[in-house]
């Protein structure tokens, strides 16, 4: 059977167009560097985005990191909560496929600043360039807004189905459709290239020190890995890969993979890969029911949402036992971030 999380997106797949101004007033001045989820250590407050499965109520819930108690649950405007990021003054932003509507809120989500709504359908992913301007993947497009401005620009040319998003170094735009990965130029709604080599639904994309790219494919069972600029494999890590949801590297540029499910020891599991290298250097699997996302905080802890668990697992640098199990108001989690 094919994993829950990607069952649950195309109950709620729709076509759309267009993302407009609807920015609250709060948050039009907001113009440099935002963090993404992607990011380790961007705070020390852990949000978890939790579709709500079991009872009904979505939400982001919020804990200072190192704890195990609620610190904060947002339900307001709150959906189906897909993404998670921030802008640079610390306001979050959630990706809600459910009301198809970007929600924002203040630092540590203590107050409702208002919505993007107009056009908005099916959001997926989110990511704020290096000017703040925030890109929506879609599912059939992609919007980009400036802040409290009009929609810049809308991609479609090479977009289907979009599950992942990011920038490089250079402000290029990454976007995972379901059989390619499609790059845009800074300004460019037309593709400067497009990665079709190995790719196979991707569900995650980032990259290492040298700006090589990673993409998890998560029904080719794989991660690929391409040099800068190219669109040829360089390398392909499969060995213990099932399903890979999640990447992240941590400070010795370690690989972390989240593999959401599987058979034996290769499912529901983290496995961990040294820098250029394709075989497993350590799995983790204590605790682990469907891993579907993961971060370092700023102590190098890695912390791991398990879907089907109803947790937040997080473990010691370099270790495979269970430091610290968190439970309390999760259902059903699916995103995990740092931020403010």
Known sequence: MKHLTAFVLLLFATALAGCGKDYFSAVQSSNSVARTETESSAGSTLYVANLGIANGDPSVTLYAQGTKSLLRAVTKNISNPRALSFNSVGHLYVANQGHSRVTIYGSRGKRYLGAITRGIGDPQALAFDRLGDLAVACYHAIQECAPGRKLIRTIRPGVNSVLALTYDSSGNLYVGGFNAVTVYAPGSTSPMLTITDGIDTPTALTFDGAGNLYVANSYGNSVTVYAPGSTSIMRTISDGIIFPESLAFDGHGNLYVANESGIGSEGNS??????????????????????????????????????????????APGKS????????????????AFGP
């Open 270 to 315: 983290v496995t961990v890969y040294a820098p250029g290298g394709t075989s497993i250097l350590r799995t983790i699997s204590q605790g682990m029911s469907s891993p579907s996302s993961l971060v370092f905080d700023k102590h190098g802890n890695l912390y791991v949402a398990n879907f089907r668990g109803a947790s937040v697992t997080v473990y």
């Open 321 to 336: 036992s269970i430091l610290r199990t968190i439970t309390q108001g999760m259902d059903y989690p699916l995103r995990v």
